[in-house]
């Protein structure tokens, strides 16, 4: 029973203060949704990010909230039959306000290289969480009319102490309901595909080189189709579901889709929902050991690709990646490979329905110049993009539009109209140098190729900026040393950039026994001041997301 008349101000003050709380929450937790959406919506990754972790990120509020809490506490204990003392309470719990306001400010006032995107479902967990909090409050309201008044009081130093917990139900809530909202979508592009029954759906994935195979298939086939493409690096299921359904229309006759894939069973997903009947493996490497666990778990992931195409369909193999000869063999579905030429006696020709041999490939700082030849053509050209490992990825390519019927010469104009992707080894002239922009790429295989691309700068002083290799597992350390003392023996100028790696990549630089200069940098904006309009090419090797700052 309350022991004093419960005035209709105070529940006005409460709902003012209970506002500003939960405005602050919201504000204080943007941080940690950021990193959320950036990490794909997986909860387990973002609650472990240890720039986030949420006992981490709150931990220095709980001494001042367990201060206030007990003064609150006290101060209504104090008001026998005072009000006097509820107002320094409610003052006090307005100065708590303003402690978590300076932390809520810096948030939104922080610039990150990838914002975080208010699309509709961090709008909907934000929905969520201010729901939950607001029921939070009520109750103390509640109880406070029904029971104790004071009690009120208490709710709000609280509510700070529990916050970690409140954005775990929320996020609960929030995950069911993105179920729902997933399946609906995937059902719907599903659908959508499986009535264009004259549409073929042309699946791409691997470790690395996906999104570059992707818009070279889709130049070579617009020379004869009507091709939709999964835009920018969209491959997972509402990506996927998302140009589907905005861009697929009855006149498109091929569908190229990317697929990515950081999980178990992820390309599975992918294929029940669009359902393949070709299917190109551009490389299998170790890229997201972190979350498959094992190569033996990427290889099987991928491979589902292939798993997944009718016998009357048809895969694509790229024979330069050892991780691929076995699954190239195990095949039995009509199948093709692209191989350099000194490897030829590594696979069964008779085998397979068509193999492009690569020879003669040399890597220019303007491009690659590349021979090949399948059974039924030689093919002699340059192209305009960079990395010899471009020429695999054309190879592919040329397999499958030779496969659907496209002629020599409409590959071969294809071929001109190649272009490169951005922050894939695209290059930029800057001053007398040049900038080449190969951030998107995080794997060692990738490391080796960009480098491969530097040493063809001649006469040009090379510098390499790089954060290391992130998601590797186990294997970070080991993977960040290699890298180190190759860029080592490329390169003049090495600029580490953040912590994450800064031992492990400075300890392969050592090892490598050359005089390379070491220089750091806290991040890629410190970094930028190296960049100087001299005659010097800067490679930007993997630019760290905001989740690893």
């Given at each position: ?25 919201v504000?204080l937790?943007l941080r940690?949704?950021h ?29 001042p ?10 101060l209504?204990l104090?008001?026998i ?18 402690l ?21 479902r ?7 969480l ?5 029921v939070y ?19 709000i130093?609280?509510?700070v102490?529990?916050?970690p917990i ?16 997933f399946?609906y979508?995937?059902?719907r ?11 073929k759906?042309?699946?791409?994935t691997g ?11 889709d ?5 004869k ?22 861009k ?15 999980h ?63 699954l ?6 009509p ?42 053509h ?8 960079l ?11 040329i ?28 290059v ?25 691309v530097?040493r ?23 993977l960040?040393c ?10 003049d ?5 953040n ?11 050592i ?17 930028k ?10 490679l ?10």
């Open positions: 029973m309350n022991t004093f008349s419960f005035h209709a101000t105070w529940v006005v003050l409460y709902g003012i203060v209970s506002c500003i709380s939960i405005i602050l929450g504000i937790s940690y949704m990193v959320l959406q950036l990490e794909g919506y997986h909860f387990f990754e973002t609650y472990n990010n240890q720039k986030v972790k949420l006992y981490k990120y709150t931990k220095k509020y709980w001494v909230a367990l201060f206030f809490g007990l003064l609150c506490l006290s209504c104090l008001s039959k005072s009000s006097g003392w509820m107002i320094v309470a409610y003052v006090s719990n307005l100065l708590w306000c303003l978590l306001w300076n932390d809520g400010y810096r948030e939104m006032t922080t610039r990150y290289k990838i914002p975080l995107k208010y699309t509709k961090i709008k909907r967990l934000m929905g969520i201010c729901s939950i909090s607001i409050f009520v109750l103390f309201l509640v109880l406070g009319l029904q029971y104790w008044s004071r009690i009120i009081l208490v709710g130093p609280l509510y102490l529990l916050f409140i954005f775990c139900v929320a996020y609960g809530v929030h995950f069911v309901i993105e179920k729902i909202i399946h979508y995937y059902t592009s599903q659908k959508t595909i499986q009535k264009q029954k004259a549409l759906v042309i699946g791409i470790s690395y080189g996906k999104t570059s195979t992707k818009n070279i298939l130049t070579l086939l617009k020379q189709y009507n091709v939709l493409t999964t835009e920018k690096s969209y491959n997972t299921p509402m990506g996927i579901s998302k140009t589907v359904l905005q697929l229309n009855a006149e498109h006759q091929i569908f190229i889709a990317e697929m990515g894939a950081d178990k069973g992820d390309i599975a997903t992918l294929c029940r929902q669009v359902r393949p009947s070709i299917g190109i493996l551009t490389s299998i490497g170790k890229a997201h050991l972190k979350t498959f666990g094992s190569v033996y778990e990427i290889i099987r992931t991928k491979y589902a690709l292939i798993e997944n195409i009718p016998k009357e369909g048809y895969a694509v193999f790229n024979g330069d990646c050892d991780l691929e000869l076995n190239l063999h195990k095949t039995i579905i199948k093709a490979v692209v191989i350099s030429e000194n490897r030829k006696h590594l696979i069964d020709e008779n085998a397979c329905d068509n193999v492009c041999y690569l020879k003669n490939v040399q890597c220019l700082s303007t491009g690659i110049e590349i021979e090949c030849y399948t059974k039924n030689q093919y002699h050209f340059c192209v305009p993009i990395g010899k490992h471009q020429a695999t990825n054309i190879g592919l390519c397999l499958v539009a030779e496969y659907l019927g496209v002629s020599y010469s409409l590959i071969v104009k294809g071929l001109q109209e190649i272009q490169s992707v951005e922050h894939r080894l695209s930029k002239p800057f001053g007398e140098g040049f900038v080449l922009d190969d951030s998107f790429n995080c794997n060692i295989e990738g490391a080796k190729n960009a480098l491969e530097l063809t700068f001649h006469d040009y002083e090379k510098v390499v900026i790089t954060p290391g290799i992130v998601e590797a597992g186990e294997e970070s350390f080991t960040n290699t890298m180190g003392n190759m860029i080592a023996k490329n390169a100028t090495i600029v580490i950039v912590d994450i790696n800064k031992i492990a990549i400075t300890r392969g630089v090892d490598a026994n050359t005089h390379i200069k070491v220089m750091y940098a806290h991040d890629f904006e410190e970094a001041k190296y960049i100087k309009p001299t005659k010097s090419v800067y930007l090797l993997n630019d760290l997301p905001d989740q690893y700052q």
